[in-house]
């Protein structure tokens, strides 16, 4: 299935994009989440397990084992974030 994983704040800066298309298998959060640490370097840096990051599917706050969905959006951000 293909996404739109957004990223905010520290987690863009470390990771160095905004946005990006993922293609991927995983059907939970929490398997997007280990797949994209697998790349290592900076994802493995930013989003990794024990680290606090609060997580989005469209819009709306999520768990890990939330489910999704082919053309979805997932958004990865700090805990606090603000302006």
Same mark, same amino acid.
């Given at each position: 299935? #293909? @996404?739109?994983? #957004?990223?905010?704040?520290?987690?863009?800066?470390?990771? /160095?994009?905004g $946005? %990006? !298309?993922?293609?991927? &298998?995983a059907?939970? *959060?929490?398997? @997007?989440?280990?797949? *994209?640490?697998?790349? /290592?370097?900076?994802? !493995? &840096? $930013? *989003? $990794?397990?024990?680290?606090?990051?609060?997580?989005?599917?469209?819009?709306?706050?999520?768990?890990?084992?939330? +489910? @999704?969905?082919?053309?979805? %959006?997932?958004?990865?951000? +700090? +805990?606090?974030?603000? /302006?």
């Amino acid at each position: 299935m #293909k @996404l739109t994983v #957004k990223y905010f704040a520290a987690v863009r800066e470390a990771i /160095g994009t905004g $946005a %990006e !298309a993922v293609e991927t &298998s995983a059907a939970s *959060l929490g398997a @997007l989440r280990d797949e *994209l640490i697998a790349r /290592g370097g900076a994802y !493995a &840096s $930013a *989003l $990794a397990r024990g680290k606090s990051v609060r997580v989005a599917i469209d819009q709306v706050m999520s768990d890990e084992t939330a +489910p @999704l969905r082919d053309g979805g %959006e997932v958004a990865f951000f +700090p +805990p606090v974030t603000g /302006g």
